[in-house]
């Protein structure tokens, strides 16, 4: 039996390396803790704009949840707190049912992390990471490559100071721009381009310096020193001061009911975020990611911070790289980034009063042009049409018909594919190479031998109700090759891991077919539990004694043993 210690280690994660945590681990956390919490905090502030929230519950997002991923999340370098995408998610889905920066919407929000966290962590204890394997690649490629573009344009009229409805699409927005040209703030369009340039600049030839705090500092001095928020230049304001305090969250089945179609969109996308960054550091770093315990860090994160006012967060891309880079050896990295937050809640607050709109807007800009997937599209192109088709597709739908629209496309067109893929499955006769034991399609080896009165038929997936038809044309087009000389059915089940109902039906009528058409039929290497459902439904019965074989090898040696004897017999008479 596992002991007690056993299970809490498993469970709560720092407690498993924290008896063995040293002073060199400590000096890499401090400095790439200190790091990432000066990146978090315009961050935090940024994308709290982007989702409809005043600009304080970022830096509430960025507080008690990196307490809790610290303790519960296995990833030792993943930068937890608000990300542009969630962001955007949360504002789309929120903005139907309140009007953005409203107690309303504020408390819609809130509520929004509260079910995020507990789907999470439903799904975690329940093994359920596996079902984020139905939004493939190329889909979740397409969707966040249209979000990235909807992200930077929503932040155009910060940019340039021109007032855009906020429910405008991509398409309104460029039209207001282009319309508008002449109403543009030229102050707020060259603080906001400088500092995206600026911010370039700096990742270009001091990539060590913090590009986003170095121009919110910088944006907040010539906004102060120059009076810019009386030249029209619009400023963050006033900025409450103090920690959240504990709030329990206001939860009725009818929100809930408004808002279950963006929990569970953020739930999905935020988990396969954070687990696409964490596994790609870890595998560097030479450590594993345990999926179904990064949905119970997530969701208690979520769940933890809904009660300090933290909107949904996750594992960002940008901050997890820096983190790593920065020397971060733990999740103690995180602890000392939420620390810093904290002071800056407590004692700096006043500092950002002018900080500029126009800054936010570069940061979230600029940070979202990486999600922007150019490069999966240049490899589908040259490797495959279809999967391009699906990212396109998905692109496209996002990006005209909406986020919510987009999400619940990518998932209806990954399922289609899954079950397309598996009902059509690669199928394959089979012949011997040279002497030896090893059988191999022939089409891929001409050179394999193969015999008229023998068929080797390999299927290569379970069979399943998706996929019998399939099974039962492909094998009877390879028959129908062979012609009159065909005595001998062999049926490869090294590839069949499972059989359900459809399949045992299916394989009932095969045989019972063959037989009457004076074909003999044997099953060779077959996985135990898929001969324990077939000897159970009672097909050895209709086979015959000899039904199953090891390998090819002895399914030949049985015909051709059987043949002679026949022969001998034959002969004798």
């Known amino acids: ?52 929230m005043p600009p304080v519950y970022g830096l509430y997002a960025s507080l008690i949840p990196l307490f809790i991923y610290a303790a519960f999340g296995t990833s030792r370098h993943l930068g937890f707190g608000p990300v542009a995408l969630i962001s955007l998610l949360v504002l789309a889905g929120v903005s139907e049912h309140a009007e953005p920066g409203t107690e309303r919407f504020i408390q819609l929000a809130i509520l929004t992390a509260f079910g995020v966290g507990v789907v999470q962590l439903l799904m975690g204890l329940l093994k359920g990471g596996f079902l984020v394997n139905f939004l493939s690649h190329p ?51 060259a603080t906001g381009l400088g500092a995206i340039a600026l911010m370039l600049i700096i990742k270009k030839l001091r990539p060590a310096i913090p590009g986003a705090i170095t121009v919110v500092g910088i944006g907040i001095l010539l906004a102060y020193l120059l009076s810019l ?40 996308i935020s988990f396969m975020e954070s687990i696409a960054v964490a596994k790609a550091i870890a595998t560097k770093k030479g450590y594993k990611i345990d999926a179904n315990q990064e949905l119970v860090g997530l969701g208690l994160a979520n769940l933890g911070g809904s009660f300090f006012q933290a909107f949904p967060t996750t594992g960002g891309f940008s901050r997890t ?32 009063y002018y900080l500029p709109m126009a800054i936010l807007a570069a940061i979230i800009i600029l940070a979202v042009v990486s999600l922007f997937d150019y490069k999966e599209i240049g490899f589908l192109w040259k490797n495959d049409r279809k999967d391009l088709a699906l990212l396109a597709i998905t692109f496209f739908v996002t990006l005209f018909a909406g986020i919510e629209q987009g999400i619940i496309a990518g998932v209806v067109l990954s399922i289609i594919m899954v079950t397309y893929s598996s009902a059509k499955p690669h199928t394959a006769e089979v012949g011997r190479i040279g002497n030896g034991h090893s059988y191999r399609n022939i089409v891929r080896y001409p050179d394999a031998q193969t015999r008229e009165e023998v ?77 324990d459902k077939l000897q159970k439904c009672g097909i050895p019965d209709i086979m015959g004694d000899h039904s199953f074989f090891l390998d090819i090898d002895d399914a030949l040696t049985y015909y051709e043993e059987k043949t002679k004897k026949q022969s001998d017999t034959t002969s004798g008479n």
């Open 229 to 268: 928020e009386n030249k029209g230049l619009n400023i963050i304001g006033d900025i409450p001061s103090g920690l959240p305090v504990f709030e329990t969250v206001a939860v009725s089945v009818s929100d809930i009911a408004l808002l279950w179609p963006t929990i569970l969109a953020i739930a999905f």
């Open 139 to 189: 889909v979740l490629s397409g969707f966040v490559s249209a979000a990235a573009i909807i992200i930077g344009t929503s932040q155009i009229g910060n940019l340039f100071g021109i007032s855009i409805p906020r429910d405008s699409g991509v398409y309104e927005i460029m039209l207001t721009l282009f319309s508008n040209l002449s109403d543009i703030n030229l102050i707020a369009a």
């Open 455 to 531: 068929l080797i038929y390999r299927f290569d997936a379970i069979l399943y109700f998706a996929n019998t038809e399939h099974f039962q044309d492909t094998l009877e087009d390879k028959i129908a090759r062979h012609g009159d000389a065909l005595r001998l059915v062999i049926l490869d089940a090294s590839s069949i891991n499972d059989i359900d109902s459809s399949g045992m039906h299916v394989l009932k009528r095969v045989i019972t077919d063959l037989k009457e058409r004076g074909l003999e039929f044997i099953i060779a290497g077959i996985h135990w539990p898929v001969r």
């Open 1 to 52: 039996m596992k002991t007690a210690s056993v299970i809490l280690k498993r469970y709560i994660p720092v407690l498993d390396w924290i008896t063995r945590y040293n002073r060199d681990d400590f000096k890499g956390d401090l400095s790439a803790g200190l790091t990432v919490g000066v990146m978090l905090i315009p961050q935090g502030m940024a994308y709290a704009v982007l989702a409809g």
């Open 321 to 352: 790289a820096v983190n790593a880079q920065a020397g971060g050896r733990t999740t103690i990295s995180s602890v000392i980034s939420a620390l810093l937050v904290a002071a800056t809640l407590l004692f700096l607050t006043p500092l950002f």
